[in-house]
């Protein structure tokens, strides 16, 4: 049974080797003092959210979100990141965070819950399809 819950002090070595995980997929490069600030940011709770799925006791997957203001409509939640340890995909753990930071959202009466992943990602996107609309939106980022 998959156990889903905020992420614990205790597990920032088991969160480290999903995010660094995470990370590599996307092929991102991100500084050991980057990784601290995101675990001080998850574990302060202020603005940014962490969830980790647990079997049998082990941190198998995370999920990372936030809620932000929109201009028209209530508050919107980010699912920012989510990974799941490569040995258990395919047993509802993605779909158990997916979840979860629904609920989240819906405690805090969004007006939606959103991510992005890239085109390529296609066995994330077989689940993504199912639980979610594809909006069909681009995303582009502008070097500041």
Not at 3 to 26: H, M, N, Q, S, T
Not at 28 to 42: F, M, N, Q
Request: negative net charge; contains cysteine; proline residues 2%.
């Amino acid at each position: 049974m998959i156990e889903i819950g905020p992420l614990r002090p205790d597990e920032r070595a088991a969160w480290d080797v999903l995010a660094r995980g995470y990370k590599e997929f996307y092929r991102t490069e991100v500084s050991g003092a980057g990784y601290d600030l995101a675990w001080e940011r998850i574990m302060a709770a202020g603005a940014v959210f962490g969830l980790g799925a647990r079997l049998d006791g082990r941190l198998v997957g995370i999920t990372h979100y936030l809620f932000h203001a929109t201009v028209w409509e209530n508050d919107a939640c980010y699912l920012q990141d989510l990974f799941v340890d490569e040995s258990v995909r395919g047993k509802g753990v993605a779909r158990g965070l997916i979840e979860a930071v629904a609920d989240e959202a819906r405690k805090r009466d969004v007006s939606r819950l959103y991510w992005t992943t890239q085109e390529h990602n296609a066995t994330a996107r077989l689940l993504y399809d199912k639980v979610a609309k594809h909006n069909g939106f681009l995303r582009y980022d502008y070097p500041v």
